[in-house]
């Protein structure tokens, strides 16, 4: 059966160029290329391409039709294809594939299925042919070296001037050519919409030059003088061993007391008939004296590491003599650190 073609050769020039820009944009096998053939396995595959879309799960479904294809071409399976590349609105694509389908399926047995195929791919195309957005691209001028770009994909020069079928939505144009700014423009297309896209390059000298980027203003020096952050954290933490070492001398002479009651004398002597033991308090006083001894010198060190921050801190914005004594002592109930000096 002979399919319609038009008859406009303005129209023939139009759809060769579209085939031929779509067809390069997604390459795949030609429907004569040598190629395993498996019928039985592309019905398998074809039944539950057809199950899964029925069930709305449209991504393994194309995916079934496309390995159905692949195994063993077929109008049916190419037009399902087609249906896959609408609905996921890739219309060019989409038609392509109708068209596909007309030619492959002058090779379907049967007259009544044959009619029943091509009035399908006929109505895909009539559908998707008044959604599709029409652009013209044109450049004013053609310096040699031209290179002309539609979404990332080079087109022919050939291309220029003609009407070009393409999905709707946002594309990017581009036309660059050595000695010559380059140029791009974005369009955003609905369907049914026509327009013509012009790039007018411009040699490179006569290009209009961007101001040079502001010098960045320098930087005020910083201010001289200032406290550390780190004295005042230093000084923190200093003060809080000190507080857990003066805890730790009460708790060893509370240790000791409660000795010298249960086991007086020099040194302690404790009566064998009484239940107390003096053992416990022994190893507590001990560990409380060093944990006294280790904390306080600590704490007296970052106390005086702060103090030195601090100090001198202040002595950048004023200069003054300064001096620092950090003196701990320990007395009988009591003990802590002396800090004498003049910042």
């Not at 060019?92 to 791919?121: C, F, H, I």
């Not at 042919?129 to 053609?142: D, G, I, M, Q, Y």
């Not at 708790?251 to 033991?277: F, H, L, S, W």
Request: proline share 8%; hydrophobic share 40%.
């Amino acid at each position: 059966m002979n399919i319609e073609r038009p008859t406009s050769a303005a129209r023939k020039r139009a759809l060769a160029v579209s085939a031929l820009l779509i067809v390069s944009a997604c390459p795949g096998r030609t429907l004569g290329q040598d190629q395993p053939r498996d019928p039985a396995a592309a019905e398998a595959l074809y039944l539950s391409g057809r199950k899964l879309v029925n069930d709305g799960n449209w991504h393994e479904g194309c995916a079934k039709f496309q390995a159905s294809m692949e195994l063993n071409p077929a109008a049916s399976t190419l037009i399902n294809i087609a249906n896959c590349r609408e609905h996921e609105g890739k219309l060019t694509q989409a038609l392509v594939d109708y068209r596909r389908a007309l030619q492959l399926n002058q090779d379907t047995l049967g007259e009544e299925r044959k009619k029943q195929l091509e009035q399908v791919a006929k109505d895909g195309i009539a559908k998707i042919e008044p959604r599709l957005a029409h652009v013209e691209l044109v450049v004013t001028t053609r310096p040699e070296g031209l290179e002309v770009a539609r979404d990332g994909i080079r087109l022919p020069l050939a291309a220029l001037g003609e009407t070009i079928p393409l999905d709707p939505g946002k594309h990017t144009f581009e036309a660059s050519a050595p000695g010559h700014e380059k140029i791009e423009k974005n369009l955003e297309l609905a369907e049914g919409q026509k327009a013509t896209v012009e790039l007018a390059l411009v040699p490179a000298s006569a290009a209009p030059k961007k101001p040079p980027p502001p010098l960045d203003k320098p930087k005020p020096p910083p201010a001289s003088g200032g406290v550390p952050a780190w004295a005042y954290v230093a000084g923190g933490l200093g003060l809080a061993a000190v507080g857990a070492g003066v805890y730790f001398r009460f708790d060893q002479m509370a240790a000791e007391e409660r000795i010298q009651t249960n086991c007086p004398g020099t040194p302690p002597v404790c009566d064998p008939t009484k239940e107390y033991r003096p053992d416990e308090d022994n190893a507590r006083k001990d560990r409380s004296f060093y944990l006294f001894v280790g904390l306080t010198a600590a704490g007296a060190a970052g106390i005086g590491a702060a103090v030195f921050g601090i100090a001198r801190g202040l002595s950048q914005k004023k200069p003054q003599a300064q001096s620092l004594h950090v003196v701990p002592y320990v007395g009988r109930g009591h003990g802590g650190l002396v800090l004498q000096g003049a910042f």
